[in-house]
C-alpha cells in the first residue's frame, strides 16, 4: 500500500504547487492564465529541482542558483519576462503556504508542494 500512498501524496503536492502558481499567474499577470501551464510549470519545476538538487549544497549560492532556475522555468512558461515571473513565483510561494495551512487545518493531509521551492 505504501507506494499508492506516495503516489497519492506525489499528485496531491503537484496539484498544490500547479494550484499555487496558477494563484500567482492570475495575480500578476491580472487576467485569466491556463491551469495547463501551470501544472507543466509545476511538473518541469519539480523535474528541475530533483535534478540540479545537487546545487542547492554549495553554501550561499546553491539556492540562489536553484531559485533562478525555477524562476526560469515560470518565464519559459508565462509572458512577461523575469521581473514578472520572479513576481509570479514570490506569490505562488505565498499561495502555496495558504494552501498547506488551509490542508493542514482541515486535517486533509500534510504535504509539500511539489514544483514550488521551499514549501
Not at 495575480?27 to 492564465?33: A, E, G, H, I, Y
Not at 501551464?37 to 540562489?64: C, D, H, Q, S, T
Request: a positive charge; hydrophobic letters at 65%; charged letters at 5%.
Amino acid at each position: 500500500m505504501a507506494p499508492i500512498d506516495g503516489l497519492v501524496v506525489g499528485i496531491v503536492s503537484l496539484l498544490v504547487g500547479a494550484l499555487a502558481i496558477h494563484i500567482g499567474a492570475k495575480l500578476v499577470l491580472r487576467k485569466d492564465p491556463s491551469f495547463t501551464n501551470a501544472v507543466i510549470a509545476a511538473g518541469v519545476g519539480a523535474l528541475v529541482y530533483a535534478l540540479f538538487g545537487f546545487l542547492g549544497g554549495i553554501p550561499v549560492v546553491g539556492p540562489a542558483l536553484l531559485l533562478v532556475l525555477w524562476i526560469g522555468v515560470v518565464n519559459w512558461r508565462y509572458p512577461g519576462g523575469w521581473l514578472r515571473a520572479g513576481a509570479i513565483g514570490f506569490a505562488a510561494w505565498l499561495a502555496a503556504i495558504v494552501l498547506l495551512w488551509i490542508l493542514s487545518i482541515a486535517n486533509v493531509v500534510d504535504v509539500g508542494a511539489l514544483g514550488v521551492p521551499g514549501v
